[in-house]
């Protein structure tokens, strides 16, 4: 079972820190679908050393969420260890996480996300000062290197352990291929095999086969699961039940998937108020009818929704028309 520091999750199946998306509403249905640790949204260092209000939000963590790690980035000591600081004293966060695998522009011209991974000396030096200035177990989410030139995946998650870090998330890919192309399970085997930490791996696990393969292939004690469920909690639910009892269950319903989209949309209300909540809704509604006949037309119908009425009038008609359509295939 995966452990992490003192913190033990009931199964290895953790849900990624998905800039945009993990929100409260959104880790708590995750949450309920099975997953063993969910991850919040990285949250800046500054912001959380400025009370920046926007920030201060993000800190928000549901006791039925835990446990939760909550992740942090940043690209200097003093703010980073004042930010873990905070996080340690001021939230019911179990573990704090240090983003060193972001891409973005904007993050790595700050010294912050993966910049990180052209310098294991830092790596170690950053960790290290958090680690000494917090009581919560410090874990780090990193990817293989910079660029094919720059992998120094066993060295940087090396450093994390040599400085306290009590377990490193890895995702196959480089800060240049974002996130195009295929994810390296070699180099997660790599890493594995060079640390004593637990490692969660990272990277292109799509279906609860696949992340039967990558625990297999790679040796690794958890498999991080990201943009598969986007609007799709289920998959977390059914990669839990096949490791654990080998058994594939069933894909939803529409109006099963209808019906959680409603339930985020309304913790994503009681979160933010009704017209910020429908509007950023849009895109998780869009992910929730992936595969769903006819989404294409829906999904502009909801990109018109400007209140929960609206939105949840749109996805309750499309659920009775594919159940009716089902009916008359059936009674045919």
């Known amino acids: 079972m995966l452990k992490i520091g003192d913190i033990e999750m009931k199964n290895q199946v953790v849900l990624a820190p998905m800039a945009g998306v993990c929100n409260s509403a959104f880790r708590l249905t995750v949450k309920e679908f099975g997953a063993g640790l969910v991850c919040a949204e990285m949250v800046s260092d500054k912001g959380i050393v400025l009370k920046n209000e926007k920030t201060m939000n993000m800190l928000y963590i549901d006791e039925r969420e835990k446990p939760l790690s909550l992740q942090i980035f940043g690209g200097e000591k003093k703010t980073l260890v004042e930010a873990a600081q905070f996080v340690d004293k001021n939230t019911n966060a179990d573990i704090i996480d240090i983003n060193m695998g972001c891409p973005v522009p904007k993050i790595t011209k700050c010294d912050a996300g993966a910049k990180w991974l052209l310098d294991p000396d830092k790596i170690y030096e950053m960790v290290a000062a958090v680690v000494e200035a917090v009581e919560k177990?410090?874990?780090v989410k990193m990817r293989m290197g910079w660029d094919d030139e720059h992998i120094f995946a066993v060295k940087n998650a090396q450093a994390v352990e040599r400085a306290g870090g009590k377990a490193v998330a890895l995702h196959g890919r480089t800060r240049v291929q974002m996130y195009e192309g295929k994810a390296n399970w070699d180099i997660i085997r790599e890493v594995k095999q060079s640390i004593n930490i637990p490692l969660i791996?990272?990277?292109?696990?799509?279906?609860?086969?696949?992340?039967?393969?990558?625990?297999?292939?790679?040796?690794?004690?958890?498999?991080?699961?990201?943009?598969?469920?986007?609007g799709n909690p289920w998959m977390i639910y059914r990669t839990v039940q096949y490791l654990e009892t080998g058994r594939l269950m069933d894909e939803p319903t529409v109006r099963e998937k209808m019906d959680v989209c409603i339930l985020h949309l309304d913790r994503l209300i009681a979160l933010k108020d009704e017209y910020i909540a429908v509007r950023e809704m849009r895109k998780h509604a869009a992910w929730y009818l992936k595969g769903v006949r006819g989404n294409a037309r829906v999904r502009n119908a909801i990109n018109e929704c400007n209140t929960r009425d609206e939105l949840v009038g749109v996805l309750n008609s499309l659920a009775v028309e594919v159940e009716e359509e089902e009916r008359q295939v059936i009674v045919g």
Do not use: F, S, W, Y
Request: hydrophobic share 35%; charged share 25%; proline share 6%.
């Open 137 to 139: 177990p410090v874990t």
């Open 201 to 230: 791996g990272n990277g292109d696990v799509q279906t609860p086969h696949d992340a039967k393969r990558m625990l297999e292939e790679t040796g690794c004690d958890g498999v991080m699961i990201g943009r598969a469920a986007l």
